[in-house]
C-alpha cells in the first residue's frame, strides 16, 4: 500500500548510519513512518485552486526550521530542532541549515505521496510552551503517522500549504499518465519495507527559492511574514461564504473604530439579540489569534476590560479548553461584590485561513463556587478573524475582527436609542468594546506587524534535474515512500537543541482573500455536457426508491429529509479565474433519491456493497449512475448518515463529472467539496459549522469506491479533531436545527466554469434514536 509522506535516514552528518540493526528498527517501531516529521512556517504557494495547470509550470522551494516531536526507544519524550527542506514534491530534513554549511547532509529524506494526510492538532504544551502541532498519515495506512510542532498557527498553516503544494506536484505527474502513474497510483501496492534507491534528482525547473524563518535563535520570537513572492494571477475563495446571508446586519453605533451591529432579520421575535462589533485591525489573522486566546494577564490588561484575568482550569484537546477568571466590579458593573465566571473555548481555522473561536459559559469542577465571589455567566460569544486582501505592492497587514454575542433586547435598546450609561456598566458592553481595545492595542505595538522573516528570492540551481533520459529514469523511482530508515535520530543525544522554555511567542503572517460578488445570477448544470445526450433519460420516480430516514411530507415536518433547489448557496461563476465572481446556484444536476440514517458500533465503508443498501436493490442496479455519500458520525455508538444521489442518464467519460467519478483518488480530493449551512438553530451552532465551501478530502479522510453503475464516498469526520469537535456541538443540537448541505465538484480551469450544484439535501431536526442498526 502506498504511504504519504516517509523519511529516508541517509546517515548523520559524521557518515553513514547503514547500521546492522537498521531493518530491525523498522519493524520494533514505526520509525521510517512520518511519525516523526519536521515542520515550521510554510510559505504561501500559489492557489490552491489551480491544481494541475499553470500553478505548477512555477514550482517553489520551502525551507526552514521546525520541530520534530516523537518519543525515543526508551519512552523519553523529544522536541529536536530541525531544517526542512521541500523540492517540489520531494522533502530533506537536517540539523544545520545547508545555505549557512554547505557540507551539511540531510539526516532523511522523503518523498510525498498523495494519500499523506496533514490534520491539525491544534496547541499543546511541549518543554512548558505552547506549540500548534500537525499530525501526518497515510490515510490507507493510519498506523503510518507522526507529529512535528511550529511556534506559531500561522506558521503551522504554511507549512500545511507547502506540503498541499507538493501534493500538487504529485497530481501534476499523474495526470501525465505512463509509468510514473502506474508507480503513484495509490491502489498500487508497493512494499514498503524493502530496500529503496536513494532519490538522485530534485524537482525539475524550480523557480522560486522561499526561506521560512530566520533562523533556530528567532523561531519563537519571530515568525513568518509572507514575501511578495506570490502569483499575482492566483485567486481564493470570496470571504462572504458560499452560503446566501440569512441574518440583516444594520450598523447602529461606532466607537473607536469599530461599527456596532444589530440583527434586525427577526426583530420582534422577543428573543434575545444577536450583535455583533466589527473592526479592521493592523495585523494579521494569525497575529489577532494568538493575541486573543493568550493567557498572559501583563497582555490581556492592555486591551481586555472583562477577561484580563484568566487562568487554565482544563486543556481538553488542542482546540478545546476551560479557562477560570474573575473581574473586579468597581470597573465595570454596578454590583458590589467580586465577581467569577468559566467558560470553555473552542477554535478552529478553515480552508480559507478565517480563524473561529466559540466561547462558552460552563461549570467545572476544578473551580466550584468562592468565598467572596459571585459566579456570573459570561455571555456566548464568537470571534472570527479573517485576512484582508492586500495590494501586490503594500507590506500593510490587515484583518476583519468581528465579536457576535447574543444579549438581551430590553438593556439594548436603551442604550442603542438613549445613550443610556447604565447598559455601559454590563457585561455585553465590555464584549463589544474588545475588539475597539484589541484594535488599539496592536495600533501601539508595532513590533506585532513589522518584521517580516520570510524571504522569497529567485533560484539559482534550477537545474537539478538532467537530460529527458535521466528524467524518466527518476519518474520511474517515484514512490511513496523510502524505507530503509536505519538512523537512530530519533533518539539523538540530550545535547541536541531543545526548545528555549522562556521565549515569547508572536506570530507575523499574511493570507490572501478576494471578495465575492453577484448574487444576483444563477449557475444550472449543462446537463448535455455532463450526462449522455444520445441516451433517453429514464424517469427517477422517488417511490421506486427506499432509506431508513422518512422523505417529508412538508416544511414542518421533523425527523426527516428533504431535497432543495441551489439557489441557497454560491459557487463560482463563469468569470471566476479572472474576477472572483461567485453565482447563485441552480437545480442539482443529480437527483436525490433516498437517505439512509445507521447506527453501528463502528464506523462503516463500503455501505453500497451492504445487502440493505438501495444500491443492490432491482431498482437500483437499473440506474445508469449513483453517487453514494457515507458520512461516517463519531459518537457513542457511531452513525452513518447515507445520501443517494442518481442520474437519470450515464455519466460522459469526458465531463467534469466522469474526470471525478473515474480518477484518482488524489484528483477526487483536490475537487470534492461541502457546503454546510444550519439553515435554522442556535447562533452559536451556525457559527460553528460556517457556511464556508470546505474540501472535505483535504479537511478528513476520504476514500472512494468504484464499481458497477455506482461512486461511494466514504467521509471519516472522525479523522479530524476539528470536525470531530463541531459534530459533537452539532449533535448537541440535533432535534431542533435544520441542516442544509450542497456538494460541489470544484471548477479550476477555464474550460470547468461556471460550477454547478452536483446534490442537495436538508437534515430537518433528526432525532438520533430513530438510527436503524446496521450489521457488518
Not at 486582501?389 to 484583518?399: E, G, K, L
Not at 422518512?550 to 431535497?563: E, G, I
Request: aromatic share 8%; charged share 30%; hydrophobic share 35%.
Amino acid at each position: 500500500m502506498a504511504s504519504g509522506v516517509k523519511f529516508k535516514d541517509v546517515g548523520s552528518e559524521g557518515g553513514s548510519s547503514e547500521s546492522g540493526d537498521s531493518e530491525s528498527g523498522s519493524e520494533g517501531r514505526p520509525a521510517n513512518n512520518f511519525d516523526n516529521n519536521d515542520h515550521g512556517d510554510n510559505n504561501n504557494r500559489s492557489n490552491n485552486d489551480n491544481v494541475g495547470s499553470g500553478s505548477i509550470g512555477e514550482k517553489f522551494e520551502y525551507f526552514g526550521w521546525v520541530y520534530h516531536l516523537g518519543v525515543n526507544s526508551i519512552g523519553h519524550e523529544y522536541c529536536h530542532l530541525r531544517f526542512l527542506f521541500i523540492r517540489g514534491k520531494r522533502l530533506e530534513m537536517y540539523k544545520r541549515d545547508p545555505h549557512e554549511d554547505p557540507s551539511a547532509k540531510p539526516i532523511r529524506r522523503g518523498v510525498v505521496g498523495p494519500t499523506l494526510m496533514v490534520e491539525e492538532l491544534g496547541r499543546r504544551k511541549v518543554n512548558l510552551s505552547d506549540f500548534y502541532v500537525l499530525r501526518f498519515y497515510n490515510r490507507l495506512d493510519e498506523t503510518r503517522k507522526g507529529e512535528i510542532a511550529c511556534a506559531t498557527a500561522g506558521d503551522a498553516r504554511k507549512w500545511m500549504e507547502a506540503f498541499d503544494h507538493a501534493k500538487q506536484q504529485v497530481d501534476y505527474e499523474l495526470s501525465r499518465g505512463g509509468r510514473a502513474r502506474n508507480k503513484l497510483n495509490m491502489e498500487d501496492e508497493i512494499n514498503l519495507e524493502g530496500h529503496r534507491p536513494r532519490v538522485r534528482r530534485y524537482a525539475r525547473g524550480l523557480k522560486k527559492l522561499i526561506r521560512i524563518g530566520q533562523g533556530p535563535e528567532m523561531l519563537l520570537r519571530r515568525s513568518s511574514s509572507l514575501g511578495a513572492g506570490g502569483r499575482s494571477d492566483a485567486y481564493f475563495d470570496a470571504d462572504s461564504g458560499d452560503v446566501v446571508e440569512a441574518h440583516e446586519w444594520k450598523c447602529v453605533r461606532t466607537m473607536g473604530g469599530v461599527r456596532i451591529f444589530e440583527d434586525v432579520s427577526n426583530s420582534k421575535s422577543g428573543k434575545g439579540i444577536l450583535v455583533k462589533a466589527v473592526g479592521v485591525v493592523d495585523a494579521s489573522a494569525d497575529t489577532v489569534f494568538e493575541i486573543v486566546l493568550s493567557l498572559d494577564r501583563n497582555k490581556r490588561y492592555e486591551w481586555d476590560t472583562l477577561t484580563g484575568d484568566l487562568e487554565m482550569l482544563d486543556s481538553i484537546n488542542g482546540h478545546h479548553d476551560v479557562v477560570y477568571g474573575t473581574f473586579d466590579p468597581r470597573y465595570l458593573t454596578w454590583w458590589q461584590t467580586k465577581r467569577d465566571f468559566i467558560f470553555s473555548r473552542q477554535w478552529f481555522r478553515g480552508q480559507d485561513g478565517t480563524y473561529t473561536i466559540l466561547q462558552f459559559p460552563c461549570e467545572h469542577k476544578k473551580r466550584p463556587s468562592r468565598s467572596g465571589y459571585e459566579r456570573t455567566k459570561i455571555n456566548p460569544s464568537t470571534w472570527e478573524i479573517s485576512n484582508l486582501s492586500i495590494s501586490s505592492s503594500s507590506n500593510t497587514v490587515r484583518c476583519l475582527v468581528t465579536q457576535m454575542l447574543e444579549i438581551s433586547p430590553k438593556g439594548w435598546r436603551k442604550w442603542r436609542n438613549n445613550h443610556s450609561q447604565k447598559f455601559e456598566k454590563t457585561v455585553p458592553y465590555a464584549l463589544l468594546c474588545q475588539v475597539a481595545g484589541l484594535k488599539e492595542y496592536v495600533g501601539a505595538n508595532p513590533a506585532l506587524t513589522s518584521v517580516s522573516s520570510t524571504t522569497v528570492f529567485q533560484s539559482k540551481i534550477s537545474h537539478f534535474s538532467s537530460s529527458s533520459g535521466e528524467d524518466s529514469q527518476v519518474a520511474d523511482e517515484f514512490y511513496d515512500a523510502v524505507s530503509d530508515d536505519s538512523s537512530s535520530e530519533d533518539e539523538d543525544d540530550d545535547n541536541d537543541m531543545e526548545v528555549n522554555k522562556d521565549k515569547k511567542i508572536k506570530l507575523k503572517n499574511i493570507s490572501w482573500a478576494i471578495a465575492g460578488l453577484a448574487l444576483k445570477r444563477t449557475s444550472a448544470p449543462d446537463t448535455n455536457k455532463e450526462l449522455n445526450s444520445n441516451e433517453p433519460p429514464i424517469n427517477l420516480d422517488p417511490s421506486q426508491f427506499y432509506g431508513s430516514m422518512r422523505r417529508a411530507k412538508d416544511d414542518a415536518d421533523t425527523n426527516c429529509w428533504s431535497s432543495l433547489d441551489g439557489t441557497g448557496f454560491m459557487i463560482r461563476g463563469k468569470t471566476y479565474l479572472k474576477d472572483s465572481t461567485k453565482v447563485k446556484g441552480g437545480e442539482p444536476l443529480l437527483k436525490l433519491i433516498a437517505v439512509d440514517w445507521f447506527k453501528v458500533d463502528n464506523s462503516v465503508t463500503k455501505v453500497a456493497l451492504h445487502p440493505k443498501s438501495l444500491v443492490q436493490t432491482a431498482a437500483g442496479k437499473k440506474l445508469p449512475f449513483i453517487l453514494v455519500i457515507n458520512l461516517e458520525v463519531p459518537a457513542k455508538p457511531n452513525y452513518s448518515l447515507v445520501l443517494y444521489y442518481a442520474a437519470d442518464r450515464p455519466v460522459n467519460k469526458n465531463s467534469l463529472l466522469g474526470k471525478f467519478a473515474n480518477g484518482t483518488d488524489s484528483f477526487r480530493d483536490s475537487r470534492f467539496k461541502l457546503i454546510p449551512s444550519i439553515a435554522e438553530g442556535y447562533w452559536m451552532v451556525k457559527r460553528a459549522v460556517g457556511t464556508k465551501a470546505c474540501k472535505l478530502g483535504k479537511a478528513v479522510t476520504c476514500k472512494y469506491l468504484r464499481q458497477d453503475n455506482f461512486l461511494e464516498i466514504d467521509i471519516d469526520i472522525g479523522s479530524s479533531s476539528v470536525a470531530r469537535g463541531v459534530i459533537g456541538l452539532v449533535l448537541g443540537y440535533i432535534t431542533s436545527i435544520v441542516v442544509d448541505l450542497a456538494i460541489v465538484i470544484e471548477a479550476q480551469d477555464e474550460e470547468e466554469l461556471p460550477e454547478y450544484i452536483l446534490g442537495t439535501v436538508r437534515l430537518n431536526r433528526l432525532r438520533l434514536e430513530s438510527a436503524v442498526p446496521l450489521e457488518v
